[in-house]
């Protein structure tokens, strides 16, 4: 599977972004797609996953309320709606996916930089 991760930008304080990831090469439907990001300093984080099959989410504390992830099936695209930013939140946003039923995210994008200003 490959990942391709878009949409980072600079934000205002209370803003929003919709950031996507688009995966090409193999077909999701036994797959979990989600979405991590990764702040200066710190370890990557797990923010929210999404079974494609199903569509079923989860939704980690940081970020539960604030985003929502969705996937399109027509488009083989995963996306994820974040609201409320904070400076906190400024990162880099990666994309990956794993096999259903599996731990070890195999596939990851290549990351995009959401810097949210005060």
């Known amino acids: 599977v490959q990942l391709q991760a878009s949409g980072g930008g600079l934000v205002q304080a209370g803003g929003s972004l919709r950031l996507s990831c688009t995966a090409s090469?193999?077909?999701?439907?036994?797959?979990?797609m989600g979405w991590f990001r990764q702040a200066p300093g710190k370890e990557r984080e797990l923010l929210a996953t999404?079974?494609?099959?199903?569509?079923?989410?989860y939704y980690t504390d940081p970020v539960k309320g604030r985003v929502t992830i969705s996937r399109d099936r027509a488009k083989n695209t995963v996306y994820l709606q974040m609201n409320s930013l904070k400076p906190d939140d400024t990162a880099v946003y990666y994309c990956?996916?794993?096999?259903?039923?599996?731990?070890?995210?195999?596939?990851w994008g290549q990351g995009t930089l959401v810097t949210v200003s005060s």
């Open positions: 990956a996916a794993k096999f259903r039923g599996e731990s070890v995210w195999n596939y």
């Open positions: 090469g193999r077909t999701l439907s036994n797959y979990v």
């Open positions: 999404i079974l494609w099959s199903a569509g079923i989410t």
